[in-house]
């Protein structure tokens, strides 16, 4: 059974900083997406930051400049570093990963800015 676990939300204040981590029990299979949605209430999930295998990182422009995605493919972690954070990135956060046809979700975690 795959499992997504993230870790690292919290609740800061506007301009502060946060790390979300995930990590993927998977054996055998090579990962080909990892990515981070979020969810904020009243509001569709939507795709913050996303990295395939080999290739490059993609950002919702919301967030460009601020939020930066790492992967390590061997430990099949995922996480997202966010600088600068503002009042409207309050929302959960779901950690995501596709590979063999399939797409498998964390169970969120919540990021909460608020002064």
């Known amino acids: 059974q795959v499992q997504l676990v993230e870790s690292g939300g919290g609740l800061v204040q506007p301009g502060e900083s946060l790390r979300l981590s995930c990590v993927a029990s998977v054996s055998g299979f090579s990962i080909e997406t990892m990515a981070w949605y979020r969810q904020a209430p009243g509001k569709q999930r939507e795709m913050v930051a996303m990295?395939?295998?080999?290739?490059?990182?993609v950002y919702a422009d919301s967030v460009k400049g601020r939020f930066t995605l790492s992967r390590d493919n061997v430990k099949n972690t995922v996480s997202l570093e966010m600088n600068n954070l503002k009042f409207e990135d309050t929302a959960v956060y779901f950690c995501y990963a596709e590979f063999s046809g399939s797409t498998y979700w964390g169970q969120g975690t919540q990021v909460t800015v608020s002064s």
């Open positions: 990295a395939k295998r080999y290739g490059s990182r």
